[in-house]
């Protein structure tokens, strides 16, 4: 897994790097991923594995040309394509559970594909609900340099001059490589990094203006879900405390009886079973933890998320259910995102619009098809061309 989280620039730089290494010291290479993009780029002969088995195996253009093993169909059908628009992504288990043997990989992919007439009417209706969030001018400097005092003589500019606003119920993707300032733009807004300068507000509150009292009101409907399942959560905290914790701390609810049946509902609400409610976090898998923290984050009855890097660790297969849930549950729950992710097939799936950072600054944004479709800036290009 050499590449897994790296924006997709890196990863290209990385990949031609394992070629040219392979083509001048004849060096034989075993590459794990759950990235497909990649394994049929540098692949000679693949493998694939499931439950400690290799359920198939050949050469990587008679592989991905004709799937065996549904397995292997559902690895490859559940990528979110570049090349159309989904409503819902196919899952491993749509392959492994059919009951008509008949239904073709084609036929499921098919039966899941967005009208795109049905996307520009959902553009244009967010053009008429209210705006939830809106950035003035906003700036982050980080200090790159002190003189002989400590005193600040240059900075590095995350975040620099950034205005946009954002539709209730809309969904704004935010790509840009690595470095651009994607995460550190989501942790200003939600006033975890303090700005240099400008203004946010949400539903019309000015959010930097605030003191502490209104600020904790004001989390319980701006939540973030972090990149990292595992590091997001206490070892050594049950994951029924670990989702009742911030229902405490904010006082919702009238009792412990009231909380633990509302974490229960939020656990069969992102697919966990009630009696995990006594676990530990390292007794579950990666797309589990990130499950949990999601219950966890739904437990405020939030109206808007960051989403920084949600699945970005996360195999193909797994992404797929948690990037339908979150679909999910934006629909039922009528929520707001803000989704940061350097996988640009991700975004698409998942974007209303996009917005396209790079050195600080946005230097494109659009709806979703437009920008993928027709990019305007040489960088949305490079950053399309990079995508393997």
């Given at each position: 897994?050499?590449?897994?989280a ?49 359920v ?8 991905f040309?004709?799937?065996?093993h ?6 490859i ?9 989904m409503?819902?992504l ?15 990989q ?9 009208p ?40 590095t500019?995350?975040?620099?001059d ?22 550190t733009?989501g ?20 959010v ?52 633990k ?7 069969e609400?992102v ?57 999910d ?7 707001s ?14 974007s ?37």
């Open positions: 897994e050499p590449t897994t790296l924006d997709v620039t890196v990863q290209k730089e990385i990949i031609k790097l394992l070629s040219e290494i392979k083509t001048e010291y004849n060096t034989s290479t075993i590459f794990i991923s759950h990235d497909l993009g990649l394994i049929k780029e540098i692949a000679d002969y693949v493998i694939v594995m499931y439950k400690g088995k290799i198939e195996q050949g050469s990587a253009h008679e592989l040309q004709y799937p065996k549904d397995y292997t169909k559902g690895l059908a559940c990528r979110p394509p570049m090349d159309k628009r409503h819902r196919p899952t491993v288990s749509d392959f492994m559970d059919r009951v008509d043997d008949e239904k073709s084609h036929d499921i992919v098919t039966s899941l594909i967005e795109i007439a049905n996307y520009k009417s959902r553009i244009i209706g967010l053009q008429n609900e209210p705006d939830i969030l809106r950035v003035e001018n906003l700036s982050t400097y980080y200090t790159a340099k002190t003189n002989f005092f400590g005193r600040p003589t240059a900075y500019k995350a975040v620099d950034i205005s946009f606003t954002m539709k209730k119920g809309e969904t704004l993707g935010l790509v840009g490589e690595s470095g651009s300032g994607k995460s733009l942790k200003t807004l939600l006033r975890l990094i303090p700005p240099t300068a400008g203004k946010v507000f949400f539903e019309e509150q000015d930097f203006g605030l003191d502490k009292e209104s600020m904790r009101k004001l989390r319980r409907d701006y939540q973030i879900i972090f990149q990292d399942p595992f590091s997001s959560l206490n070892p050594r905290m049950r994951i029924g405390a670990a989702i009742q914790e911030p229902m405490k701390v904010h006082g919702l609810h009238d009792n412990d009886k009231m909380r049946e509302k974490v229960i509902d939020l656990l609400k697919g966990l079973e009630p009696g995990f409610y006594d676990r530990y976090p390292h007794q579950f898998s990666g797309g589990q933890r990130q499950r949990i923290c999601i219950a966890r984050t739904l437990s405020m009855d939030p109206k808007f998320i960051i989403c920084d890097e949600s699945v970005s660790a996360l195999d193909v297969s797994v992404q797929a259910q948690i990037l339908n849930l979150l679909k549950l934006k629909d039922e729950l009528d929520l995102y803000i989704f940061i992710s350097h996988d640009l097939s991700v975004v698409k799936f998942i209303d619009r996009i917005m396209v950072m790079q050195s600080g600054k946005i230097v494109e944004m659009n709806d979703a098809e437009s920008i993928l479709n027709n990019p305007q800036q040489q960088y949305t290009k490079d950053l399309l061309d990079a995508v393997i």
